[in-house]
């Protein structure tokens, strides 16, 4: 019953920035954390950054300093902005969450979009 949907992908230079969006829709009481993954050509999926509801941040050592993520919690969405962009950034992002939703009693939900593509090329 939850979705999400993520934006923002596309074709940049090196160097050059984008933000992704994700935004969460459906039956949702609350949601815990949130985070994107991503996932290139031929490689297994690894994770990239998270946001917990409590607003505190981590993030893969391979982007920290260049991405941010952050979270509107009034929107149900979540962002990574991604400055100083490399080709080795190369992948489809997805983001993930996990919550509580439906109607009372509330389940548990975790879920993913179905991802926007990043390529990072001159």
């Known amino acids: 019953q939850v979705q999400l949907v993520e934006s923002g992908g596309g074709l940049v230079q090196p160097g050059g920035s984008l933000r992704l969006s994700c935004a969460a829709s459906g039956s949702i009481f609350s949601i815990n954390d949130m985070g994107w993954y991503r996932q290139a050509p031929g490689k297994q999926r690894e994770w990239v950054a998270a946001?917990?509801?409590?607003?505190?941040?981590n993030y893969a050592n391979a982007v920290k300093g260049r991405f941010t993520i952050s979270r509107d919690n009034a929107k149900n969405t979540v962002e990574l902005q991604m400055n100083s962009l490399k080709p080795e950034d190369t992948a489809v992002y997805y983001c993930?969450?996990?919550?509580?939703?439906?109607?009372?009693?509330?389940?548990?939900?975790?879920?993913w979009g179905q991802g926007t593509a990043v390529t990072v090329s001159s």
């Open positions: 993930n969450a996990n919550g509580r939703g439906g109607r009372w009693p509330y389940r548990d939900f975790a879920v």
């Open positions: 946001v917990t509801s409590g607003n505190s941040r």
